[in-house]
């Protein structure tokens, strides 16, 4: 389940974060809180979970001894079917869940002991449901940036296959954006959204389902950029489609919340295991036409 579905689908509670409207200002506004010293050190992100088990209810587990190693400059793909774990990897980083067994470090710090609020200045996530907030492409950009120029922000939609379409309307980065990006197709404000996070020049990134709804052609620029990016960032790809994680550096295979496989495309093809399955699954599917394989 995307992140920002959380709020609609499940009412969580959780240590400090009691309703799921603080989950989305927390995920989609800009931090003013002023970054602590310690925090503005906080570069080149290494993740570790250790031994990582967690449940959102008693009796029964969603994730059972995890042990994951996400490092910086590389792509960590997380794979597996529906409902496997993914997302709520993802949700632990972001500091919502604090009842776990075992250690999440980020650079030897336990997660338990970062400030929220600096962590969300340090982590930026992307879902095929970001939020578009109603002003102009510009407010939206600027999110990301305040002080982003003309020029970045040209840069930004370019790389996302947005630059033409904003340019064609008659105020260009001044055009209004309805409420929550009605007058923008679906794929117009992922791609607004993947923009923005560009700007946001953030220490980690998670991009869980990000690309589902949009064109192929706009799929590959966005993927091209996330692969750009994992050279220097600590970058979480979640994707259904396995064709988006192939390139990545290591790929954790997850099956009912447990961790089965480890390693990139090749080794895990070479494997023949679960992997194997989901990608050969998936190929089949493409093969006779199913679009929607998830
Ligand atoms: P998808 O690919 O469909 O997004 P996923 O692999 O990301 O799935 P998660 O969203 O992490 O899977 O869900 C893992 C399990 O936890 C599922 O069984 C799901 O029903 C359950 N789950 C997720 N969020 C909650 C929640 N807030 N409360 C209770 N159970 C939840």
């Given at each position: 389940i995307p992140l920002r579905v959380l709020g609609s689908c499940f009412h969580v509670a959780m240590d400090g974060i009691a309703a799921s409207?603080?989950?989305f200002k927390i995920i989609d506004t800009p931090v003013i809180k002023?970054?602590?010293?310690?925090?503005?050190?906080?570069?080149?992100?290494?993740?570790?979970?250790?031994?990582?088990?967690?449940?959102?209810?008693?009796?029964?587990?969603?994730?059972?001894?995890?042990?994951?190693n996400i490092e910086n400059g590389k792509i960590t793909a997380l794979a597996?079917?529906?409902?496997?774990?993914?997302?709520?990897?993802?949700?632990?980083?972001?500091g919502f869940y604090k009842n776990y067994e075992g250690k999440i470090l980020l650079n030897h710090k336990e997660l338990r002991s970062v400030d929220p609020f600096q962590l969300r200045k340090k982590i930026h996530v992307v879902?095929?449901?970001?939020?578009?907030?109603?002003?102009?492409?510009?407010d939206n950009l600027k999110i990301g940036k305040a002080t982003a120029t003309e020029k970045e922000m040209h840069e930004a939609l370019k790389k996302v296959n947005l630059y033409d379409f904003v340019m064609s309307l008659d105020k260009?980065?001044?055009?209004?954006?309805?409420?929550?990006?009605?007058?923008?197709?679906g794929g117009q404000c992922q791609?607004?959204?993947?923009?923005?996070?560009?700007?946001?020049?953030?220490?980690?990134?998670?991009?869980?389902?990000?690309?589902?709804?949009?064109?192929?052609?706009?799929?590959?620029?966005?993927?091209?950029?996330?692969?750009?990016?994992?050279k220097i960032k600590t970058v979480i790809l979640?994707?259904?489609?396995?064709?988006?994680?192939?390139g990545a550096d290591r790929i954790y295979v997850l099956s009912k919340g447990k961790l089965k496989e480890m390693g990139n495309h090749e080794k895990l093809m070479d494997q023949k295991g679960v992997y194997f399955e989901l990608v050969s699954e998936q190929n089949e599917l493409e093969q006779s036409g199913v679009e929607n394989y998830a």
């Open positions: 409207e603080k989950i002023e970054e602590t010293k310690e925090m503005k050190d906080f570069h080149n992100i290494h993740i570790a979970f250790e031994d990582i088990s967690f449940s959102y209810e008693k009796n029964r587990k969603t994730l059972e001894h995890i042990n994951l597996g079917v529906s409902g496997c774990g993914k997302s709520t990897i993802a949700n632990m980083l972001m879902t095929n449901n970001s939020y578009i907030f109603t002003g102009t492409f510009e260009g980065l001044k055009s209004e954006i309805k409420e929550e990006g009605a007058n923008l197709s791609r607004l959204a993947f923009a923005r996070a560009l700007l946001y020049d953030s220490e980690i990134y998670i991009f869980d389902e990000a690309t589902s709804n949009i064109d192929v052609e706009s799929e590959e620029a966005i993927m091209k950029v996330i692969y750009e990016l994992g979640i994707s259904h489609r396995l064709y988006n994680v192939r």
